[in-house]
């Protein structure tokens, strides 16, 4: 599967922006709030590489623990399927299990994304390209 983004967990999404502006990444898109999700995101990009800051919007967020844990990180890469539920299907086969069932991502033209854990590769996102 072809990688989409890192997901980089960050405690402030300004501090962060300003930092990868440094480092070459240029925004992608508008900031967007996640209410689901209960996070703020704003996507980069740096040539072929597309980072994900990802900012608790208030403390139901599921970066919070860690970004208390190990501080700002990148803590997940999302891959490209077609075929959502038969990619999930096909790597809890693999043993990895759901962290979060298919659901819409307003930060990304409201496409499906699930999210899978295997201690082996941490947190894998998928994001449905069809
Ligand atoms: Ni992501």
């Known amino acids: 599967m072809k990688v989409h983004h890192v997901g980089y967990a960050v405690a402030d999404i ?5 930092d990868f502006l440094d480092l070459g990444f240029s ?7 996640d209410e689901h999700r ?3 995101i704003q996507f980069m990009r740096n040539d072929d ?3 994900e800051l990802v900012a608790p919007a208030n403390e139901r967020s599921p970066v919070g623990n860690l970004l208390k844990k190990v501080g700002n990180t990148p803590y997940h890469f999302c ?8 990619s999930i299907d096909r790597l809890k086969g693999r ?3 759901v962290l979060a069932e298919p659901a819409e991502a307003p930060a990304i033209e409201i496409r499906r994304v699930a999210f899978l854990f295997k201690t082996g590769t941490g947190i894998v996102e998928l994001l ?3």
Not at 27 to 33: D, F, I, K, N, S
Not at 79 to 86: I, M, Q, R
């Open 128 to 130: 449905e390209t069809s």
């Open 27 to 33: 925004p992608v898109g508008e900031r967007c709030l």
């Open 14 to 18: 300004d501090i962060a922006l300003s």
């Open 49 to 51: 590489y597309v980072i």
């Open 79 to 86: 891959y490209e399927t077609p075929d959502l539920v038969a």
């Open 38 to 40: 209960h996070i703020h």
């Open 95 to 97: 043993g990895f299990i």
